[in-house]
Structure formats: structure tokens, C-alpha cells
């Protein structure tokens, strides 16, 4: 089993924090590669917003602006038509990049896209207007 999550003394007087992707060891990992590590505090850039925008509609997927090398973290959120937000921005990742959390929409995403669909066993349709916003970070 991996160590996904490590603080601590790495050797040559380094300090750091890491977190890696499904299956990589983070005290092994090189930090530079986004397929190994998800988030290290010695990484020069720690992250940016490589895509964002909005889920209008069910079921239909919406392509970020990148193909990335893993299923990236995304911050999601819910918008009603008003411009009020119901939901704090919440993390999705790992689990196939499903997230769901007592809600009855699922977040589905991929290396190229996200799609909210229904969670099983809800059948609740999505409010006219109200829609899923989204940032994808690298």
C-alpha cells in the first residue's frame, strides 16, 4: 500500500509535505510529475485553475480546457437561479472522481471532462436555472 499522505524530513535538510495520486508512493514520488503528486509544498507552482465553468444540465458532460494526465481535483459547487450558492465549494477526488455527499446529484469526472448526473437511488430533477460550477486544478 502506498503513503499517500506524508510530512515530515525527506533528506538533504528538505521538509515537505505531500500528497500523491492513487497508487504513488508520496515519499518516493517526484514532485515535479502531476501524475505522481496531487500537491507538495515544495513544488514551485502549488496549483492553478487550468479549467473552469459551469454544468447546465444533466447527464451531459462538459470537456475541460485541457486533457490532463490523471483525474484532476476539482472544487464544485452548486448555484441557484437567484446567484446564491447552496453548497460550499466541495473537493472531489478519488473514489473514479465520484463524489456525491448526501446530495442527490453525483459528480462524475474524467481526465477530459465532468458530468453530474443523478445519484442512485434519487430521481431529482435539476431546478430550472440553477446549475454546477467548477474549477479543475493542475
Known sequence: MARRMVLGHFGGGVVDFRISRPGVDAMTANVADRTQISFALSRDVMGRVASAGSVNALDS???FSEVFPAEPPVLFGT???SGTYIDEYRR???NGGRYQDGTPYCAVVTTTAIRVTN???????LP???????MAVA
Do not use: M, N
Open 79 to 81: 448555484v441557484r437561479s
Open 128 to 134: 430550472s436555472g440553477d446549475k454546477f460550477v467548477y
Open 119 to 125: 445519484a442512485a437511488p434519487f430521481g431529482v430533477p
Open 61 to 63: 458532460a462538459v470537456s
Open 92 to 94: 472531489i477526488q478519488g
